[in-house]
């Protein structure tokens, strides 16, 4: 059965599913609290292990290293180890990882707009139960 838009004007379900799949994919591919911090920290310099471990604080080593082995395993990043003792291992975002800059722009313009219309809220309540006092 193949099941039709009520409003023509939308697009074709197919479509719309084949769109939908693909967010799935991509959730499950970024899914994590750290995966998107990591990548979008990858875009603007490659760093070392330790220098992510100190850049996001609650995060712990542990955690650390399973998001970056899945990040690495699905070629979002690259992982260099340099011949040095100690070993040096530094991260960096692959050309595909680089892919997702712009989505990782966007969620970050939304969070700031997000951020300042809940300040805005939380001040004109503030603000109207002040006058209202």
Not at 60 to 82: Q, T
Not at 93 to 103: I, K, N, Q
Request: aromatic letters at 6%.
């Amino acid at each position: 059965m193949k099941l039709e838009n009520i409003d023509p004007s939308l697009p074709p379900f197919d479509d719309c599913l084949k769109k939908i799949r693909a967010i799935d994919d991509t959730m499950e591919l970024l899914s994590g609290k750290w995966k998107l911090s990591i990548l979008a920290r990858l875009c603007y310099k490659p760093m070392r292990y330790s220098e992510i471990l100190n850049d996001i604080e609650p995060l712990s080593g542990k955690v650390l290293s399973r998001e970056l082995k899945d990040l690495e395993m699905n070629g979002l990043i690259n992982r260099h180890v340099s011949d040095t003792k100690p070993l040096s291992v530094t991260y960096s975002v692959s050309d595909y990882g680089m892919s997702l800059r712009d989505l990782s722009d966007k969620i970050a313009e939304w969070g700031l707009q997000h951020r300042d219309r809940i300040r805005s809220s939380f001040r004109e309540k503030v603000i109207g139960k002040a006058e209202q006092a």
